[in-house]
C-alpha cells in the first residue's frame, strides 16, 4: 500500500522561503516519477513541478520557475519542494503525487496516489 506524507507547510510573509516534504511507503519508491501539485479555493488543481524516478528529468509550472526547486532522495523514500521568494498568490493547499511510471509528468490525471496536502499561506 502507497502512502504519501506532506509535510512543512505553514505561515510565511511574502519574499520568504519554506521547504515541502513528502514521504513515502513502500520499498519501490526509487522506481516511478513524483509531483507536486497545489490547489487554492475556488480555483482548479495547478501543477508545480515533477520528478522522474532517476532526479534528473526535472519540468516546473510556468508560475514557479526560477523560484520552487523539486528534488529526490530515494534513499529516504523522500520528494522535496524548496520554494523561495514566495509571493501571496503561492497560497494553496500543495499536494505530493506519486505516478505509477517511471518519468515526470505534468498532468494530475497521470498519478495514481496522493497525499493529504499541506497548507502553504504568503502573506502580503
Do not use: H
Not at 22 to 35: D, L, V
Not at 68 to 77: H, L, P, W
Not at 95 to 118: H, I, L, V
Amino acid at each position: 500500500q502507497v502512502r504519501l506524507v506532506e509535510s512543512g507547510g505553514g505561515l510565511v510573509q511574502a519574499g520568504g522561503s519554506l521547504r515541502l516534504s513528502c514521504a513515502a511507503s513502500g520499498r519501490t519508491f526509487s522506481n516511478y516519477g513524483m509531483g507536486w501539485f497545489r490547489q487554492a479555493p475556488g480555483k482548479e488543481r495547478e501543477f508545480v513541478a515533477t520528478i522522474d524516478w532517476s532526479g534528473v528529468i526535472i519540468y516546473y509550472g510556468d508560475s514557479v520557475k526560477g523560484r520552487f526547486t523539486i528534488s529526490r532522495d530515494n534513499a529516504k523514500n523522500t520528494v522535496y519542494l524548496q520554494m523561495n521568494s514566495l509571493k501571496p498568490e503561492d497560497t494553496a493547499l500543495y499536494y505530493c503525487a506519486r505516478r505509477s511510471y517511471s518519468g515526470a509528468n505534468s498532468r494530475p490525471d497521470e498519478y495514481d496516489y496522493w497525499g493529504q496536502g499541506t497548507q502553504v499561506t504568503v502573506s502580503s
